[in-house]
């Protein structure tokens, strides 16, 4: 400001077009930028996937043995020492699916908690959408999902369920539960950036909401005695959503899921996804300061 000058600083940066280092772009114009890095988005998450089991010795195979190991105990307690297999015919790819499917939504909230905090360095250093980083952490998790996908339908079809047209509906499933996942790694990822110990209370939420999303029970038998809005608040229940539809999708001899269910899925696909943006857009100037 020249001496003697009374002009208020807020005029006088307007009159030379400046503009505060770092702060807010408007939502249409972040989408823009966020756009624009699609690319950076998708190398970043090939990057991440290839490092995560760099230093195993078994690599990628983990992807598949831990979800494996984790329906083999849940097999184990659930279905044969507490019995929560009852009414369901094929109980294996029953079990399967679900926590292959509990498990996608798991893991991308784990990665989308630590999305920020764990990458301080490069938010500091470089200039991009904040965005891309939780994003980029769930295509991770999208990634190691398809590769269990695989091992996935070899086991629906070993458990003596047939191949069909309706395998299909698996892709708009997953899509809606990409889109779901995305928007709650946004949230996780703007409350983890300053409260750094949210990642030790999410295990214990996780494992509640592991519980109470019908992964290896049907939630229809449990609930036959229950209240009505018991019944309704665990079948609108996101993750038992997208674990149901995918069930309906693979497996034959699975009871039939009211037209609702899809209703639900794109609903919460659709608050999830786009409340989760703006969520964590809202806060875009913050990530990486003090």
Not at 142 to 152: A, D, E, H, I, R
Not at 224 to 231: E, I, L, Q, Y
């Amino acid at each position: 400001m020249p001496p003697g000058s009374t002009e208020p600083l807020a005029d006088l940066a307007a009159r030379y077009k400046l503009t505060v280092s770092g702060a807010r772009p408007g939502l249409l114009a972040y989408s823009k930028q966020l756009w624009a890095r699609r690319h950076f988005i998708v190398a970043f998450a090939n990057a991440k996937t290839r490092a995560t089991y760099s230093t195993a010795k078994l690599g990628q195979l983990w992807q598949v043995l831990t979800p494996l190991m984790n329906a083999a105990v849940y097999f184990l307690i659930f279905g044969y020492l507490v019995k929560t297999k009852g009414g369901i015919d094929n109980y294996v790819a029953f079990l399967v699916t679900g926590v292959f499917v509990f498990t996608f939504t798991q893991s991308a909230v784990l990665a989308g908690s630590r999305a920020i905090s764990d990458q301080l360095n490069l938010i500091r250093a470089l200039h991009f959408p904040r965005a891309c980083l939780p994003i980029s952490f769930t295509i991770v998790q999208l990634q190691q999902l398809l590769f269990s996908m695989v091992v996935l339908c070899a086991i629906v079809l070993g458990t003596g369920e047939p191949l069909s047209l309706k395998w299909l509906l698996i892709v708009p499933a997953l899509v809606l539960q990409f889109v779901f996942n995305v928007g709650l790694s946004l949230v996780l990822a703007r409350i983890g950036a300053v409260l750094t110990d949210i990642k030790q209370l999410l295990p214990f939420i996780l494992r509640t909401w592991l519980y109470l999303s019908g992964v290896f029970y049907s939630i229809d038998n449990y609930t036959k005695t229950a209240p009505g809005w018991v019944a309704h608040v665990l079948a609108a229940n996101p993750v038992a959503v997208y674990i149901e539809l995918i069930r309906d999708a693979l497996i034959d001899s699975h009871d039939t899921i009211p037209a609702y269910t899809w209703v639900y899925g794109f609903g919460w696909a659709v608050v999830m996804g786009l409340g989760g943006y703006v969520y964590f857009w809202k806060a875009e100037e913050r990530y990486g300061r003090g």
